[in-house]
């Protein structure tokens, strides 16, 4: 009678839980995708607002890890990494933490059932949990991308140089107020926001595609790899004009105003930003550093959505396995 009582406990993770976990999934994915984000971040910004897209310094994603590797070796193809995983985990612990309780809330209030994959409650809670992992998240990914886009032998963009993520957050502070740390907290949103809105509902349609058909075993390793490969393809397209917006708002350089606050001296935002990049470098300037940017985030998203499954199970295999035990004898 006991052992029928707790098997019939439900299974879920507490929201602490699922941050957690889904925070240790995006650090391992970060670790491996930096290089290719340090590259994105460069391409993104050569050339900015440059008629003819101005003197290239690099030719291409490749080139920019070969001559940055040569350069300035691995700390110079790994800068930001340490911003990158606090970011990480505030994101993507948000993003995949708070997805399925926001889903849940979501179909409770329109009236559908718990169970029920609803495109406009899971786009919706893409979307908000992005959002506030992006707010959480922004001065550690403004560190990030100042850190990355500086190089002391083949610089673009406007430079930034820190010793470390604390002098950067305190030299920040000290110029810019608290606002510099907010800087291009519109963007972040729109940019994470974006992505998010498609990363997990595509992830968990194809997931439910492939096994509803019987193409793969619904906890096979393949079925997480090709989910999470088409999820990275569909944020890659719709989050990479946000995603350019996002780098040179946070790299701008930036003036004091006729009001005394400080202020970005290119970019009142990031839909000024695109129009801006638009009208100078028309819409192959949104998409600068795309191949960078899929190098990033395809394995970044398999790894991340495939790690954070496996984590997930594993973890819940040593939370719940004792119950199966008790229900067993």
């Given at each position: 009678?006991?052992?029928?009582s707790?098997?019939s406990?439900?299974?879920?993770l507490?929201?602490?839980?699922g941050?957690?976990?889904?925070g240790?999934?995006?650090?391992i994915?970060?670790?491996?995708?930096n290089?290719?984000e340090?590259?994105?971040?460069?391409?993104?910004l050569q050339?900015?607002?440059a008629k003819?897209g101005?003197?290239?310094?690099?030719?291409?994603?490749?080139?920019?890890?070969?001559?940055?590797?040569r350069?300035e070796?691995i700390?110079?193809l790994?800068?930001g990494?340490?911003?990158a995983?606090?970011?990480q985990?505030?994101?993507?612990?948000?993003r995949?933490?708070?997805?399925e309780?926001f889903?849940l809330?979501?179909?409770?209030?329109l009236?559908?059932?718990?169970?029920?994959?609803?495109v406009?409650?899971s786009?919706?809670?893409?979307a908000?949990?992005?959002a506030?992992g992006?707010?959480?998240g922004?001065?550690?990914f403004?560190?990030k991308?100042?850190?990355?886009?500086?190089?002391?032998?083949l610089?673009?963009?406007?430079?930034?140089?820190y010793r470390?993520?604390?002098h950067?957050l305190?030299?920040?502070?000290?110029?810019?107020?608290?606002?510099?740390l907010?800087?291009?907290v519109d963007?972040?949103?729109?940019r994470?926001?974006?992505?998010s809105?498609?990363q997990?509902?595509?992830?968990?349609?194809?997931?439910r595609?492939l096994?509803?058909?019987?193409?793969?075993?619904?906890?096979?390793?393949?079925?997480?790899?090709?989910?999470?490969?088409?999820?990275?393809?569909?944020?890659l397209?719709?989050m990479?004009?946000?995603?350019?917006?996002?780098?040179?708002v946070?790299n701008?350089?930036?003036v004091?105003?006729?009001?005394?606050?400080?202020r970005?001296a290119?970019?009142?935002?990031?839909?000024d930003?695109?129009w801006?990049?638009?009208?100078?470098?028309?819409?192959?300037?949104w998409?600068?550093?795309?191949?960078?940017?899929?190098?990033?985030?395809?394995p970044?998203?398999?790894i991340?959505?495939?790690?954070?499954?496996?984590?997930?199970n594993?973890?819940?295999?040593?939370?719940?396995?004792h119950?199966?035990?008790?229900?067993d004898s």
């Amino acid at each position: 009678m006991s052992g029928t009582s707790k098997s019939s406990q439900p299974r879920t993770l507490s929201t602490a839980e699922g941050f957690i976990c889904g925070g240790i999934a995006a650090c391992i994915a970060v670790t491996v995708s930096n290089p290719a984000e340090v590259a994105k971040t460069r391409l993104q910004l050569q050339g900015e607002l440059a008629k003819g897209g101005g003197v290239r310094v690099y030719n291409n994603s490749l080139d920019v890890l070969k001559k940055t590797w040569r350069n300035e070796g691995i700390r110079g193809l790994q800068r930001g990494l340490g911003p990158a995983y606090v970011y990480q985990i505030l994101l993507n612990g948000s993003r995949l933490g708070f997805y399925e309780p926001f889903r849940l809330a979501a179909n409770s209030l329109l009236g559908w059932a718990p169970s029920d994959q609803v495109v406009m409650t899971s786009v919706f809670a893409g979307a908000s949990s992005g959002a506030v992992g992006a707010t959480l998240g922004n001065p550690l990914f403004l560190v990030k991308a100042r850190m990355q886009a500086y190089s002391p032998s083949l610089p673009v963009g406007t430079q930034h140089k820190y010793r470390s993520s604390l002098h950067a957050l305190s030299t920040i502070f000290k110029a810019e107020g608290p606002r510099g740390l907010v800087r291009g907290v519109d963007a972040a949103i729109l940019r994470t926001s974006m992505g998010s809105s498609v990363q997990l509902p595509s992830y968990n349609f194809t997931k439910r595609t492939l096994v509803k058909n019987n193409i793969l075993p619904e906890n096979s390793t393949w079925t997480f790899l090709v989910s999470s490969a088409v999820s990275g393809a569909c944020v890659l397209v719709v989050m990479q004009p946000a995603d350019t917006a996002l780098t040179r708002v946070y790299n701008q350089p930036t003036v004091i105003g006729p009001d005394g606050r400080v202020r970005g001296a290119l970019y009142k935002n990031p839909l000024d930003c695109l129009w801006k990049t638009f009208k100078t470098e028309g819409v192959r300037g949104w998409y600068k550093g795309s191949t960078a940017h899929f190098m990033r985030i395809a394995p970044h998203t398999i790894i991340t959505l495939t790690a954070n499954d496996i984590i997930l199970n594993l973890y819940k295999k040593a939370k719940f396995g004792h119950l199966d035990q008790d229900a067993d004898s």
